[in-house]
């Protein structure tokens, strides 16, 4: 069974690159925050969220993609990235 990182290395990067993510020009693939983690008082913030991928072209940033382990339901990220 596949973790996320197995995922991300065996199926997702390999998929992208066969497509021309990060190979045709001006097409990036960048993790980033998407959320800089909700205030929790005294100045400080929890932890901030990152995308496993922000596929970007010609500057603009087109889709999300969040990686799971093989065993969770494709939702599981819905919820990362949204809550």
């Known amino acids: 069974m ?4 197995d995922t991300r290395a065996e199926l ?5 690159h066969a497509v021309g993510w990060g190979v045709i020009e001006e097409s990036r693939i960048r993790r980033e ?6 205030l929790i008082g005294g100045g400080k913030r929890a932890k901030p ?3 496993d991928y ?4 010609r500057n ?3 889709a999300i ?5 093989e065993n969770l339901p494709y ?6 990235l949204t809550g």
Not at 2 to 5: G, I, L, Q
Not at 75 to 80: I, Y
């Open 49 to 51: 969220k990152y995308a």
């Open 2 to 5: 596949r973790n996320e990182a």
């Open 12 to 16: 997702i990067d390999p998929a992208l």
């Open 65 to 69: 993609i969040e990686a799971k382990a």
């Open 33 to 38: 925050v998407i959320a800089p983690g909700r």
């Open 54 to 57: 922000v596929l970007i072209y």
């Open 75 to 80: 939702t599981e990220g819905v919820q990362q």
């Open 60 to 62: 603009q940033k087109l």
